[in-house]
């Protein structure tokens, strides 16, 4: 039942765009796996071969310390509604930082949050359909903002602050490869 592309077809950029959470998963060449929910807005097909999504900041930054070790990153979205259907990106990361050059025309693709942390670009090796037959039906009431909120009341400088606090180092012991100086995006136009 499951078929193998190259690349994003239009049909599965459409599915992508009705999709309200999709799911990152990463692993280092030892430690923890990490698999997260992701949603708010945060994710870019930029073409049929390369997707972008952005990293808002939050208790860990797990993606970027594996990212070091192993660049290999897996996309889920599946279908709670409609017809079944499970979608996967298979492919190979890397981290846009907001003291790299590539950052403003990178997050100008998204809504300007206050916790923007990181943009991670994925070249897609191979994307993945399978029935998704045995996934329940869910119904969105409507989309969480305690983070965005959270963001806000930290403003840019206390988010700066919380990266060197506690985004520096993973669960692991791992360097996430945050800048040791990391700049809030302030000195830019976002």
Same mark, same amino acid.
């Given at each position: 039942? $499951? @078929? ?6 239009? @049909? ?17 060449? &030892? &430690? +923890?796996?990490? %698999? ?28 970027? $310390? ?11 979205? !599946? ?13 190979? $990361? ?19 949050? +206050? &916790?923007?942390?990181? %943009? ?6 191979? %994307?993945?359909?399978? !029935? ?22 930290? *403003?840019?400088?206390?988010? $700066? ?12 012991? @791992?360097?996430? *490869? ?6 809030? &995006? ?5």
């Amino acid at each position: 039942m $499951a @078929k193998q592309f190259e690349s994003l077809n239009e @049909k599965h950029q459409s599915f992508i765009a009705e999709q309200h959470l999709f799911f990152v998963g990463t692993a280092a060449d &030892g &430690g +923890t796996v990490n %698999v997260s929910p992701k949603d708010m807005d945060s994710f870019r097909v930029i073409d049929s071969r390369t997707v972008a999504w952005l990293n808002l900041t939050g208790s860990g930054n797990e993606t970027a $310390a594996h990212l070091l070790d192993n660049d290999r990153m897996t996309i889920m979205f !599946c279908s709670f509604d409609k017809h079944p259907l499970i979608l996967r990106l298979y492919g190979r $990361a890397r981290v846009i930082y907001p003291s790299d050059a590539e950052w403003k025309e990178m997050i100008s693709r998204f809504p300007d949050y +206050t &916790g923007a942390r990181q %943009v991670f670009v994925v070249a897609l090796d191979r %994307v993945q359909t399978s !029935c998704g037959f045995a996934v329940p039906f869910y119904e969105l009431v409507g989309e969480r903002t305690t983070l965005e909120k959270w963001s806000d009341q930290q *403003g840019r400088e206390g988010i $700066a602050q919380y990266w060197q606090d506690r985004n520096l180092i993973s669960i692991d012991g @791992k360097d996430t *490869g945050m800048p040791d100086k990391v700049s809030s &995006g302030e000195d830019s136009d976002r």
